[in-house]
Each structure stands twice: as C-alpha cells, then as structure tokens.
C-alpha cells in the first residue's frame, strides 16, 4: 500500500526560475494539504483540496504561488519566480473522508533556491 | 497571529523521566487537537489525538491532558526513552478533524539522554 508520493524529492532553482512540484495522494484520500516547513517557522499550512476542489489557500502567497488538483490522482505547487525565501521542504498529505483527521505526509520536495 | 503556540522549543531528559510538552491555542472553534512527531529525515506522523469530550487520552506511554477553560493541552511521555528522541508538533483544527486544515505549533524539540 504506498503511501503519498512526492517528485522531485530534490529540486535546486536560480532566483526568479520557476519550480514545479507533484504529489500523488493515498488512493481513496478525498482530501489534499500542501504544507511548507523550514526551522524557522516550523509547518506552514498552504493550501487544500477536498474532492479535487479548492477549499482553502489561505496560507498561499497570492503573486507566486498556485496549486492545482486537476484529478483525483494528483496535485501540483507551481512557484513562479522563485526566491531565496522560499527555500523549503514542501509536504504534501492527504486524508480519509471522514472524522479520523490523520494527515499522512509524503516524504517532502526539498527546493532550495539559489 | 500565531494560533498555535508550543513550548518549550526544545527539552532534554533523561531515560526513564516523564517529559511535558505544552501546547496553548486561540481559536475556541478548533475541536481537535493532534499531536505528530516527526524523527530525522523523516516526515511527521500522527502519534495521538483528543477531542474535548474528553479531557484526558492515553496510548501506552503517551498521554494527551486537556483544559479547555484555559485553551491548552499537553504531552506526557511516561518513561522516556533515547527513542523517543524527535521533533513534537501540536496542532489543532474545526470540524472535528475531518478533513480540516491542520494549524501546527512551531514544534518541541526532544531529546532523552540514556
């Protein structure tokens, strides 16, 4: 039973590059988080799906960033014109229907901008 | 505004101690309160949650304590042990968890000395 699948598992961009990140969710999950975490600000909530739409982007900054569920099967975090400040490990999790709430976290897109 | 706020950052013990971890929030709409732990290299995972019909869980040596007046939760690890040496996050969420976003505290570093 594989778990949720992150690619790449390393990414390295110049400033002002773009930067494509992909996770496929545990089949059967109905929900989809995009996490961010650094040591400073520990796990930063991004954004999420629930049954492939759109239900919180709250934590996304607006100008650059965007994600995208386009099937069940995967979600996409595009960064445009990336930034020494998002420098990160991206993690992304998904969840059963249901009220167990157990996030289950890939292994993370480590994406260091230079 | 920081909803989730955990301490301390980081704590030693030794073998066979108990270790607290503590964990305050805001929102007085969050329902649920996990705790993940997250070991090197590795990406976090679920290790006990509450809900605040209650205000007391335990898994074997963990034990979640909750007081809602006061907004705040803590982990209990009853007889420490070196593998138990990880990184802590608190976190809460509305909806009983149920496919909710996740607020994270910024984490509770734990290292237990044999």
């Known amino acids: 039973n594989a778990g949720v699948i992150q690619t790449p598992r390393h990414k390295v961009t110049g400033k002002g590059q773009e930067a494509t990140l992909w996770c496929e969710p545990i089949?059967?999950?109905?929900?989809v988080f995009w996490y961010r975490q650094t040591i400073v600000q520990g796990l930063e909530f991004l954004t999420y799906f629930r049954n492939q739409a759109p239900i919180d982007d709250s934590g996304m900054p607006k100008e650059r960033f965007s994600a995208q569920m386009p099937n069940q099967s995967h979600s996409t975090l595009k960064i445009q014109s990336t930034q020494p400040q998002d420098s990160a490990v991206y993690l992304c999790?998904?969840?059963?229907?249901?009220?167990?709430?157990?996030?289950?976290f890939g292994e993370g897109s480590k994406l260091t901008v230079l | 505004q920081q909803q989730v706020r955990q301490s301390p950052q980081s704590l030693t013990v030794w073998e066979g101690e108990t270790a607290i971890l503590n964990c305050s929030y805001e929102d007085s709409t969050f329902d649920y309160f996990p705790w993940y732990h997250q070991f090197p290299g590795e990406s976090p995972a679920l290790l006990i949650a509450?809900?605040?019909?209650?205000n007391k869980k335990e898994d074997g040596r963990f034990t979640i304590f909750f007081n809602k007046r006061e907004k705040k939760f803590s982990l209990h690890i009853a007889d420490s042990q070196p593998g138990d040496s990880a990184t802590y996050f608190c976190a809460a969420s509305r909806g009983g968890g149920s496919n909710y976003k996740l607020t994270f505290g910024k984490g509770t570093l734990l290292t237990v000395t044999p």
């Open positions: 089949s059967g999950h109905s929900a």
């Open positions: 999790a998904s969840s059963l229907m249901g009220n167990t709430g157990q996030l289950y």
């Open positions: 509450i809900r605040p019909v209650s």
